[in-house]
């Protein structure tokens, strides 16, 4: 019996530890839509309305007409899926829509919707969450879950910063950087594709 609640309290702690695993190494995670990103997807909605009425107003054809109502339609999902922003980008006529700071939004946006949530700090939020966690549950189990876990941070803020220290280094000295990798040959399949995921 007494066994037996061993080996559960050890499966719930491992169970973390693929858990904060899973979320450090994630590609599929996306930071939240930021303000700016909101108030481009709204601005691109507000482009598509104003297509629409002038491809009418200028007698476009038919199918450049119905392109600009799909691509209305299609613009909604965009807000619906980022929320309104706080604040509207002028947007009124086809000038404000033109204007170079929606111009410089548009890039903004751009460029923040190709980030990705830094995979150490989602280790660390992982790891805060099951280290608070075991503190609830307290007893036996809980006290050596908070142990471990307290433990597998502070390794993970040193292997973090060693990777960045090998990295600084191998930039600094370009020279001595293919001994340094040749230095690291020794080591095993499985510490080498930690690594890598961890530097991409």
Same mark, same amino acid.
């Given at each position: 019996?007494?066994?037996?609640?061993?080996?559960?309290?050890?499966?719930?702690?491992?169970?973390?530890? &693929?858990? &904060?695993?899973?979320?450090? !190494?994630?590609?599929?995670?996306?930071?939240?839509?930021?303000?700016?990103?909101?108030?481009?997807?709204?601005?691109?909605?507000?482009?598509?309305?104003?297509?629409?009425?002038?491809?009418?107003?200028?007698?476009?054809? =038919?199918?450049?007409?119905?392109?600009?109502?799909?691509?209305?339609?299609?613009?909604?999902?965009? &807000?619906?899926?980022? #929320?309104?922003?706080?604040?509207?980008?002028?947007?009124?006529?086809?000038?404000? &829509?033109?204007?170079?700071?929606?111009?410089?939004?548009?890039?903004?946006?751009?460029?923040?919707? /190709?980030?990705?949530?830094?995979?150490?700090?989602?280790?660390?939020?992982?790891?805060?969450?099951?280290? !608070?966690?075991?503190?609830?549950?307290? #007893?036996?189990?809980?006290?050596?879950?908070?142990?471990?876990?307290?433990?597998? =941070?502070?390794?993970?803020?040193?292997?973090?910063?060693?990777?960045?220290?090998?990295?600084?280094?191998?930039?600094?000295?370009?020279?001595?950087?293919?001994?340094?990798?040749?230095? =690291?040959?020794?080591?095993?399949?499985?510490?080498?594709?930690?690594? /890598?995921?961890?530097?991409?």
């Amino acid at each position: 019996m007494k066994n037996a609640k061993k080996h559960t309290g050890y499966f719930y702690i491992c169970a973390l530890v &693929v858990f &904060v695993l899973g979320c450090g !190494g994630c590609e599929s995670l996306r930071l939240a839509p930021s303000e700016t990103q909101k108030q481009n997807a709204w601005l691109h909605n507000r482009t598509t309305a104003i297509a629409i009425e002038t491809a009418k107003s200028e007698n476009s054809s =038919q199918q450049l007409q119905a392109l600009a109502k799909l691509s209305e339609l299609q613009s909604r999902s965009f &807000v619906s899926y980022t #929320g309104l922003p706080k604040e509207f980008p002028q947007a009124e006529t086809a000038e404000d &829509v033109l204007g170079q700071s929606n111009q410089l939004l548009a890039k903004i946006a751009l460029s923040e919707s /190709a980030e990705r949530p830094d995979a150490w700090q989602l280790a660390d939020s992982a790891l805060e969450l099951a280290i !608070g966690i075991s503190a609830l549950l307290g #007893g036996v189990y809980g006290t050596r879950a908070l142990r471990f876990l307290k433990d597998a =941070q502070t390794k993970s803020k040193a292997l973090k910063e060693i990777i960045e220290g090998n990295e600084l280094f191998k930039k600094q000295n370009v020279s001595s950087a293919a001994a340094f990798k040749q230095a =690291q040959q020794n080591q095993s399949p499985e510490t080498r594709q930690i690594v /890598a995921e961890i530097k991409a």
